[in-house]
């Protein structure tokens, strides 16, 4: 058995028409969403690509594996999926991105080499690296890993000193000249890679090949695209495929516009939020992001009808997800900051080949899930042992399988605004910006550290547009809510290293032999069933 697991950078739950997108038509994932379960209530952990993924790849919450933002270093020994699937036997592979900076001062104090075996699998968050494909290799931006790519368009005759910037994100406009993906105004231009050697056709490529090179033993295979995250540039004929009519409304509103909280006032301030905020920059470029994601989703049909031919798809899991949205001009801003529903929330579609898993092919779930679930979920794919010490999402098996079980009543999501320049706007210490995101299935709540809470009732206003946190009449609800984050802030997290079994053994076993707390006399310590070390006065 296996799993294929990918993910989408940026991708917005409500994009997918399986989700009930009506400007958009995604067959491809459709599809496998009539094969499995599409979870309605899938968050991730933190609505930005760094933090998002490490918690992805620990099972973990942000404030657990400390990695809040991205080029955050995940500090050495933070357990990952990698190291639980080789436990079992399995091997855990990457092809394409994970923004993991790896924790070279923490290698350096412990004496491990990057290069070594163990320095090389924690420098790349607990993956063997088929390909690593984080984006750009810009010489201002190291480490981003695209030079198997850049290779790649030089055998094909794309040649140049980025080649990923001069071809795959770099556009030929109307009279020959070269226009940067970079600059929103030139989103509609294709970009002069051809598709069929697009990053994400290119990707789909790496991703066959590594099942093809897999023999029968076991495999978890991360591929994870780079699209439709910016640039926002396309191959023809996806850049100009949808327009500016095709776009569901915007959605915003002036009361959003005139907020009383210094935090919102200070986003929506920002550069991104200004330029989406214009419907003239929503209109070129939101068409475009429709684009990638329909180039996505035909590239989703030949690997799935690759997985049905080469007969894979009876031995694999298949997880599809998102690290996060894009606000795409909604509540006034751009990018994926914050925790609206188009930003922290994901699309989560999963198969499970089992039989077992019959009983729910086509179903949707409306259970509140999240992404540290998957963790424990592959773990219970290859029957390994649960670590609740550890990993603090919970297994999806049961909801596969239909089975009865307890399930949480809110999930969470983190934010680290310190690096910002709305953190400044407001005059936050960077210790103390950050933000924690409680959400029950009606109502979301938002602490944030010096200010007062936004509180969004998703029932009356599920397009979130009416924050009720300056209201009185929603005292209640303010004070349960906080109430829940209290609660999380106090469970365990940094306890990994005693199972909860171990721990009821030794309280079993009282204090270790030899060690005698507290006893009277002789009689005493026999009542217990003890006795005195050997060769000692009695």
């Not at 198997?148 to 794309?158: I, P, S, T, V």
């Not at 001069?166 to 509609?188: D, I, R, V």
């Not at 093809?212 to 640039?231: A, N, R």
């Not at 009356?460 to 009185?472: F, M, Q, S």
Request: glycine letters at 8%.
């Amino acid at each position: 058995m296996n799993v294929l697991w990918i993910m989408a950078d940026q991708l917005r739950w409500d994009y997918l028409s399986c989700y009930g997108a009506k400007h958009i038509h995604t067959p491809n994932l459709d599809w496998l969403a009539s094969q499995g379960v599409r979870f309605n209530r899938a968050y991730v952990q933190s609505p930005i690509c760094g933090p998002s993924r490490m918690s992805f790849y620990t099972g973990r919450y942000v404030r657990s594996h400390g990695a809040t933002w991205n080029g955050f270093p995940l500090r050495i020994g933070e357990p990952t999926l990698g190291e639980h699937m080789r436990e079992l036997g399995v091997k855990c592979s990457l092809v394409g991105k994970t923004h993991m900076t790896p924790d070279h001062e923490g290698m350096r104090r412990l004496g491990i080499e990057p290069e070594s075996t163990i320095g090389a699998l924690v420098s790349e968050c607990g993956f063997d690296v088929f390909v690593r494909d984080d984006g750009t290799n810009h010489s201002d931006y190291p480490g981003r890993n695209a030079e198997d790519y850049d290779q790649y368009l030089r055998n094909h005759g794309m040649d140049g000193d980025n080649p990923w910037e001069e071809w795959a994100n770099t556009a030929t406009g109307p009279h020959g000249e070269l226009l940067s993906g970079w600059m929103l105004e030139n989103a509609p231009y294709a970009a002069r890679v051809p598709k069929e050697h697009s990053e994400t056709a290119w990707l789909t490529t790496r991703g066959i090949e590594y099942i093809e090179s897999q023999g029968d033993k076991p495999w978890v295979c991360h591929l994870s695209y780079i699209k439709p995250h910016w640039p926002y540039l396309v191959p023809a004929p996806y850049n100009d495929m949808y327009s500016a009519g095709d776009l569901p409304a915007v959605n915003r509103s002036k009361e959003e516009k005139e907020t009383d909280h210094p935090l919102m006032q200070a986003w929506m301030d920002m550069r991104v939020s200004k330029s989406f905020a214009r419907d003239d920059i929503r209109n070129t470029v939101a068409p475009v992001y429709m684009g990638l994601i329909k180039e996505l989703d035909d590239q989703m049909g030949r690997l799935f009808g690759y997985l049905r031919d080469s007969g894979r798809i009876d031995d694999t899991m298949v997880v599809f997800c998102s690290d996060h949205g894009d606000h795409m001009g909604d509540h006034w801003m751009g990018e994926k900051d914050l925790f609206h529903d188009c930003s922290a929330r994901m699309p989560l579609i999963i198969y499970d080949p089992r039989q077992k898993a019959n009983v729910t092919r086509g179903l949707a779930r409306d259970e509140l899930v999240e992404g540290i679930d998957l963790v424990p979920t592959f773990l219970d794919f290859f029957e390994g042992k649960n670590k609740p010490h550890i990993l603090e999402g919970r297994s999806l098996q049961p909801l596969l399988h239909n089975q009865s079980v307890n399930w949480r009543s809110y999930c969470v999501s983190e934010y680290d605004y310190s690096t910002r320049d709305a953190r400044r706007a407001v005059g936050v210490d960077q210790s103390d910006a950050r933000m924690v995101m409680i959400f029950d299935g009606r109502w979301k709540y938002t602490h944030i550290e010096h200010m007062r809470p936004m509180l969004f009732d998703l029932q009356t206003d599920p397009g979130e547009v009416k924050d009720l946190g300056a209201d009185p009449k929603f005292k209640g609800e303010l004070k349960r809510l906080g109430d829940l984050h209290f609660e999380w802030t106090r469970k365990h997290h940094n306890r990994i290293t005693r199972s909860a079994e171990t721990i009821e053994k030794m309280t079993d076993n009282k204090e270790p032999p030899g060690i005698l707390i507290g006893f009277a006399n002789k009689e005493e310590l026999e009542q217990q069933g003890r006795d005195l070390p050997p060769h000692v006065a009695r």
